[in-house]
């Protein structure tokens, strides 16, 4: 029974997987047009390799690759910076600095533009054209990198890769709502303001009319209040937002696609040369090709729809209702709703604000363009929305090969593009790595993510997540210093056993699994709106109990008997007294004195084992279960 679920879930996730695998491996074209457009792409012979970071000579290959000159092109005036340079973790008061500069000089983080085109433009120039304007934004943005390193505006690691923008491109002009999805948890980092810009300026070249929308999902990592607080700030931006969660629906999917009757492939790749030929461009030439068969096509898609949606029952009275709060929101002055949307109520908010863009639009299908950053839950919302349609289309895997443009219902297409890393200000690469924005695997220096990581999550909380005990700072150290990355990581490694050959703990692979929990929230922290108190904003529970759990059970043992991690953090408890005692008594060597042994230099540190043997055992008199599951694994580690 158990293994038969099992198979279940995974047989659902090697069918998501393969729809939706496009996107991160080159070669697979699920993600492409093979249809010839008259644009003069092949968009079934693209090259989707996402390239955020490339070393300086790559980056001179590919500059003279775009510029078709072979070895000859002008280096862009890049310095290569080190990732690992970055490795202190910045203070409130510079990270605020920071963060004040970014804002100055936001208007120069652009994303690069489609050069203008008309029928006459010939696919060729129109390549030629669009590799010119691509090389040119991409030499602004080093100028500008090199320019402003040193005052602290490290520009993140963008996309360099042409063909993702050519697909942002189409998906911006086809689309009437362009929806950014962002992670709940900083949704600002992963909103780009001048997608928004761009998204205005094609409206006005294609004289149409576009929304912008952001979709804050993971949004079950906020609490109420929390989504209060954003909803609050993005109504006083008048920035038109929802809180979804995708994750709601990922089981629910891989529950239902057994049930869910399968529908002919054909049928879904009809839909997509359809979504097509309406979307503006050459309507034309594409809908001749699709002709009656295609109609017929949409009208069976739309059949099967309405089938479905009869069998979920409630879906368009809920329709009806959110469709009439879209449509009431008065525009200029947005009033989001800081709700969990449910599916449903989605796509009707959706469909309401599409509906309104295109009121006075002879054609009446309209579409809903899906943009984000990779990580932030793309797959799953597109997943979780077009549910029927994405089982119907994965029962064959790897018969996908479009452009996605998928149907949520017969006059509402869904777009979907690739995730794109938008070039943007963060205050570090670390910050990127633990916002998952770059790949923790692919990390060849893990210190200052982990350094960061250890200054956002209180070390109390680290604490308790890991049934660790982190050494305090010492004499003479800011009390309140967050621990290292080694003190984080050593005392992970030994608690997890993750040791190295040599007998030392294994921190790589500790930082590994540490940043990973950051980035899928098993480590929580979400940031607050621009101008709201942060800890005021996120508050970790206080385990204050706990702490002092831990100092009596470290100080209880004598130390030759402590497991590792925790003599680590003893040795680190220098007392005024006993680094007086040490030192003083170093200083004797020699003179005996009636009573007192004298210290021997690189002994024992220092009043360990007068401690030692002072001991009595105060974890009999404490009943606390946390003190006892910590008391466990260290008799647990001592009989190892
Ligand atoms: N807690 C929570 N996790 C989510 C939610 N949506 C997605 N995730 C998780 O976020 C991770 C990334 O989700 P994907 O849907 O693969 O994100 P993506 O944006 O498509 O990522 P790329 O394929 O890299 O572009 C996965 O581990 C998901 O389980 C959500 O609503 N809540």
Same mark, same amino acid.
């Given at each position: 029974?158990?293994?038969?679920?099992?198979?279940?879930?995974s047989?659902?996730?090697?069918?998501?997987?393969?729809?939706?695998?496009?996107?991160?491996?080159?070669?697979?074209?699920?993600?492409?047009?093979?249809?010839?457009?008259a +644009?003069?792409?092949?968009?079934?012979?693209?090259?989707?390799?996402?390239?955020?970071?490339e070393?300086?000579?790559?980056?001179?290959?590919?500059?003279?690759?775009?510029?078709?000159?072979?070895?000859?092109?002008e280096?862009?005036?890049?310095?290569?910076?080190?990732?690992?340079?970055?490795?202190e973790?910045?203070?409130?008061?510079?990270?605020?600095?920071?963060?004040?500069?970014?804002?100055?000089?936001?208007?120069?983080?652009q994303?690069?533009?489609?050069?203008?085109? +008309?029928?006459?433009t010939?696919?060729?120039?129109?390549?030629?054209?669009?590799?010119?304007?691509?090389?040119?934004w991409?030499?602004?943005?080093?100028?500008f990198?090199?320019e &402003?390193n040193?005052?602290?505006?490290?520009?993140?690691?963008?996309?360099k890769?042409i063909?993702?923008?050519?697909?942002?491109?189409?998906?911006?002009?086809?689309?009437?709502?362009?929806?950014?999805?962002?992670?709940?948890?900083?949704?600002?980092?992963?909103r780009?303001e001048?997608?928004?810009?761009?998204?205005?300026e094609?409206?006005?070249?294609? *004289?149409?009319?576009?929304?912008?929308f952001?979709l804050?999902?993971k949004? +079950?990592?906020?609490?109420?209040?929390?989504?209060e607080?954003?909803?609050?700030?993005?109504?006083?931006?008048?920035v038109?937002?929802?809180?979804?969660?995708?994750?709601?629906?990922?089981?629910?999917?891989?529950?239902?696609?057994?049930?869910?009757?399968?529908?002919?492939?054909?049928?879904? +790749?009809?839909?997509?040369?359809v979504?097509?030929?309406?979307d503006?461009?050459?309507?034309?030439?594409?809908?001749?090709?699709?002709?009656?068969?295609?109609?017929?096509?949409?009208?069976?898609?739309?059949?099967?729809?309405?089938?479905?949606?009869?069998?979920?029952?409630t879906?368009?009275?809920?329709?009806q209702?959110?469709?009439?709060?879209?449509?009431?929101?008065?525009?200029g002055?947005?009033?989001?709703?800081?709700?969990i949307?449910?599916?449903?109520?989605?796509?009707?908010?959706?469909? *309401?604000?599409?509906?309104?863009?295109?009121?006075?639009?002879?054609?009446k299908?309209?579409?809903?363009?899906?943009?984000?950053?990779?990580?932030?839950?793309k797959?799953?919302?597109?997943?979780? =929305?077009?549910?029927?349609?994405?089982?119907?289309?994965?029962?064959?895997?790897?018969?996908?090969?479009?452009?996605?443009?998928?149907?949520?219902?017969?006059?509402?297409?869904?777009c979907?593009?690739?995730? =794109?890393?938008?070039?943007?200000?963060?205050?570090?690469?670390?910050e990127?790595v633990?916002?998952?924005i770059?790949?923790?695997?692919?990390?060849?220096?893990?210190v200052?993510?982990?350094?960061?990581?250890?200054?956002?999550?209180?070390?109390?909380?680290?604490?308790?997540?890991?049934?660790?005990?982190?050494?305090?700072?010492?004499?003479?150290?800011?009390?309140?210093?967050?621990?290292t990355?080694?003190?984080?990581?050593?005392?992970?490694?030994?608690?997890?056993?993750?040791?190295?050959?040599?007998?030392?703990?294994d921190?790589?692979?500790?930082?590994?699994?540490?940043?990973?929990?950051?980035? &899928?929230?098993?480590?929580?922290?979400?940031?607050?709106?621009?101008?709201?108190?942060?800890?005021e904003f996120h508050?970790?529970p206080?385990?204050?109990?706990?702490?002092?759990a831990?100092?009596?059970?470290?100080?209880?043992?004598?130390p030759s008997?402590?497991?590792?991690?925790?003599?680590?953090?003893?040795?680190?408890?220098?007392?005024?007294?006993?680094l007086?005692?040490?030192?003083?008594?170093?200083?004797?060597?020699?003179?005996?004195?009636k009573g007192?042994?004298?210290?021997?230099?690189?002994g024992?540190?220092?009043?360990?084992?007068?401690?030692?043997s002072?001991?009595?055992?105060?974890?009999k008199?404490?009943?606390?279960?946390n003190?006892?599951?910590?008391l466990?694994?260290v008799?647990?580690? =001592?009989?190892?």
């Amino acid at each position: 029974m158990g293994k038969k679920n099992k198979s279940n879930s995974s047989l659902g996730r090697s069918l998501i997987k393969d729809k939706f695998s496009g996107r991160k491996h080159a070669g697979d074209s699920s993600m492409l047009h093979t249809a010839e457009l008259a +644009d003069g792409y092949d968009w079934g012979r693209l090259n989707l390799q996402s390239v955020t970071e490339e070393n300086s000579f790559e980056e001179f290959l590919s500059t003279a690759n775009l510029a078709g000159t072979e070895f000859l092109a002008e280096k862009l005036n890049l310095t290569f910076v080190n990732p690992s340079s970055n490795v202190e973790v910045i203070s409130e008061e510079e990270r605020k600095d920071i963060i004040a500069k970014q804002e100055e000089n936001k208007q120069f983080l652009q994303i690069p533009r489609r050069p203008n085109w +008309d029928e006459k433009t010939s696919p060729e120039e129109l390549h030629s054209l669009e590799k010119d304007a691509f090389l040119d934004w991409r030499r602004k943005l080093a100028l500008f990198q090199d320019e &402003n390193n040193a005052k602290g505006l490290l520009l993140t690691p963008y996309e360099k890769n042409i063909e993702f923008w050519r697909q942002l491109w189409r998906v911006v002009e086809k689309s009437d709502v362009v929806i950014q999805i962002v992670d709940a948890r900083n949704p600002l980092l992963f909103r780009c303001e001048d997608l928004e810009r761009y998204v205005q300026e094609v409206a006005e070249k294609q *004289g149409s009319k576009k929304i912008n929308f952001i979709l804050v999902n993971k949004a +079950d990592f906020l609490t109420k209040s929390q989504r209060e607080t954003w909803c609050e700030y993005f109504n006083s931006q008048n920035v038109r937002v929802a809180f979804f969660s995708a994750i709601k629906y990922s089981k629910q999917t891989a529950a239902k696609e057994t049930e869910i009757p399968e529908v002919d492939e054909d049928v879904s +790749d009809e839909a997509s040369d359809v979504s097509d030929s309406l979307d503006g461009s050459p309507s034309a030439d594409t809908q001749a090709s699709s002709g009656s068969a295609g109609q017929e096509r949409v009208e069976e898609i739309s059949r099967a729809k309405s089938e479905v949606e009869s069998s979920t029952g409630t879906l368009s009275e809920d329709n009806q209702t959110t469709n009439e709060k879209a449509k009431q929101t008065p525009e200029g002055d947005t009033k989001n709703s800081s709700d969990i949307l449910t599916r449903e109520e989605l796509v009707s908010l959706l469909k *309401g604000i599409a509906e309104k863009v295109g009121e006075n639009s002879e054609n009446k299908l309209r579409t809903l363009g899906m943009v984000g950053y990779p990580n932030v839950g793309k797959s799953s919302t597109i997943n979780a =929305l077009v549910e029927e349609k994405k089982t119907s289309v994965s029962a064959t895997p790897g018969k996908t090969k479009h452009f996605q443009t998928l149907f949520l219902e017969e006059d509402l297409v869904l777009c979907d593009c690739p995730g =794109l890393v938008m070039p943007s200000f963060v205050s570090s690469q670390a910050e990127m790595v633990l916002w998952g924005i770059l790949p923790v695997d692919r990390l060849r220096d893990h210190v200052p993510s982990v350094s960061l990581l250890a200054a956002l999550i209180p070390k109390h909380s680290l604490e308790e997540q890991y049934s660790i005990m982190l050494p305090s700072p010492m004499e003479g150290e800011d009390p309140d210093r967050p621990p290292t990355s080694e003190e984080l990581l050593n005392s992970y490694g030994y608690m997890r056993g993750f040791m190295t050959p040599r007998g030392i703990p294994d921190n790589a692979r500790g930082a590994r699994y540490v940043l990973k929990d950051f980035v &899928n929230g098993r480590l929580l922290y979400c940031r607050a709106p621009p101008g709201y108190n942060q800890d005021e904003f996120h508050v970790f529970p206080s385990t204050a109990k706990s702490s002092k759990a831990s100092e009596s059970v470290s100080s209880s043992i004598a130390p030759s008997k402590l497991p590792p991690q925790l003599r680590m953090a003893r040795q680190n408890k220098f007392s005024v007294e006993a680094l007086d005692n040490a030192f003083f008594r170093k200083a004797s060597i020699g003179v005996h004195t009636k009573g007192t042994k004298p210290a021997q230099i690189g002994g024992a540190f220092p009043g360990s084992s007068q401690e030692a043997s002072n001991l009595t055992k105060p974890w009999k008199k404490h009943n606390n279960k946390n003190k006892k599951e910590k008391l466990r694994r260290v008799y647990s580690y =001592l009989d190892q």
